[in-house]
């Protein structure tokens, strides 16, 4: 996927934006790591639909992504060759226009992207709520097809607010790890990474595998051991001399 268009045109692309405050960690975490999920999901053809990107409220264009936050995408082999190609950008009104669903990484940047554009404000959630409004959805309702999927999904989940018992605020808040430990980072991307894969598995369900499942053919059964027949008496040597007799000299 880029951040232009998919291959069957634009009209067929559902676009996803990720956004938090300086687009160097939190965010692009989210747009690299949901990227090669839906690729190794649907392959890189029907993954295309769903085009994936991240930007900052106050981001420094073009900013490298921070080094501890990439260093937790190498579980996936993509902290050098991907996340190394990643630049910074700054969020703009037109991102929001084009955007179908916009997740925030905390309640404030759902928050600044409806202040920058109020259209966005029905398309637009923090990503910790997003997941948990998904995962009350009747995934049985939703199409099959990836990108029409996740447009029923948002608005199902849309419908889900003011009905799902409330959370403390920090429950839907992923931190901001800059300037903190290399904790700070992990924890944050764990928080991410839990969003994420439950946004794909509603996105791009597992599909079963195709053909029956072949199990391996049991051994066949042994027969049954006959029972032993007792050894005849042993006979006598043909070598013994008869009794009384003396015995023969070894040569």
Same mark, same amino acid.
């Given at each position: 996927?880029?951040?232009?268009?998919?291959?069957?045109?634009?009209?067929?692309?559902?676009?996803?934006? *990720?956004?938090?405050?300086?687009?160097?960690?939190?965010?692009?975490?989210?747009?690299?790591?949901?990227?090669?999920?839906?690729?190794?999901?649907?392959?890189?053809?029907?993954?295309?639909?769903?085009?994936?990107?991240?930007?900052?409220?106050?981001?420094?264009?073009?900013?490298?992504?921070?080094?501890?936050?990439?260093?937790?995408?190498?579980?996936?082999?993509?902290?050098?060759?991907?996340?190394?190609?990643?630049?910074?950008?700054?969020?703009?009104?037109?991102?929001?226009?084009?955007?179908?669903?916009?997740?925030?990484?905390?309640?404030?940047?759902?928050?600044?992207?409806?202040?920058?554009?109020?259209?966005?404000?029905?398309?637009? *959630?923090?990503?910790?709520?997003?997941?948990?409004?998904?995962?009350?959805?009747?995934?049985?309702?939703?199409?099959?097809?990836?990108?029409?999927?996740?447009?029923?999904?948002?608005?199902?989940?849309?419908?889900?607010?003011?009905?799902?018992?409330?959370?403390?605020?920090?429950?839907?808040?992923?931190?901001?790890?800059?300037?903190?430990?290399?904790?700070?980072?992990?924890?944050?991307?764990?928080?991410?990474?839990?969003?994420?894969?439950?946004?794909?598995?509603?996105?791009?369900?597992?599909?079963?595998?195709?053909?029956?499942?072949?199990?391996?053919?049991?051994?066949?059964?042994?027969?049954?051991?006959?029972?032993?027949?007792?050894?005849?008496?042993?006979?006598?040597?043909?070598?013994?001399?008869?009794?009384?007799?003396?015995?023969?000299?070894?040569?």
């Amino acid at each position: 996927m880029n951040r232009h268009q998919a291959p069957d045109g634009p009209d067929s692309v559902f676009r996803l934006l *990720f956004v938090c405050t300086g687009n160097i960690c939190r965010s692009p975490f989210a747009e690299i790591l949901t990227r090669h999920l839906l690729i190794g999901r649907l392959g890189g053809r029907e993954a295309a639909t769903i085009e994936v990107s991240s930007a900052g409220v106050s981001a420094v264009p073009h900013g490298r992504m921070h080094d501890d936050t990439r260093d937790e995408l190498s579980p996936w082999g993509l902290d050098r060759q991907v996340a190394g190609r990643f630049v910074a950008r700054q969020l703009r009104s037109p991102m929001i226009d084009q955007a179908d669903l916009i997740l925030g990484a905390t309640p404030r940047h759902r928050s600044a992207v409806v202040e920058r554009n109020p259209a966005g404000l029905a398309k637009t *959630f923090g990503l910790r709520e997003f997941a948990r409004l998904a995962r009350a959805v009747d995934v049985s309702a939703l199409p099959e097809q990836p990108g029409p999927r996740a447009r029923a999904l948002v608005e199902l989940a849309r419908r889900q607010r003011g009905l799902l018992p409330p959370v403390e605020p920090e429950d839907d808040r992923i931190p901001d790890p800059m300037g903190g430990t290399v904790e700070d980072h992990h924890h944050a991307t764990v928080l991410i990474r839990e969003a994420v894969s439950l946004l794909v598995d509603v996105v791009a369900p597992p599909r079963p595998a195709i053909g029956p499942v072949r199990r391996p053919a049991a051994p066949p059964p042994r027969a049954p051991l006959s029972p032993r027949r007792p050894l005849p008496p042993q006979a006598a040597p043909r070598w013994l001399p008869p009794a009384g007799s003396a015995p023969r000299q070894s040569g």
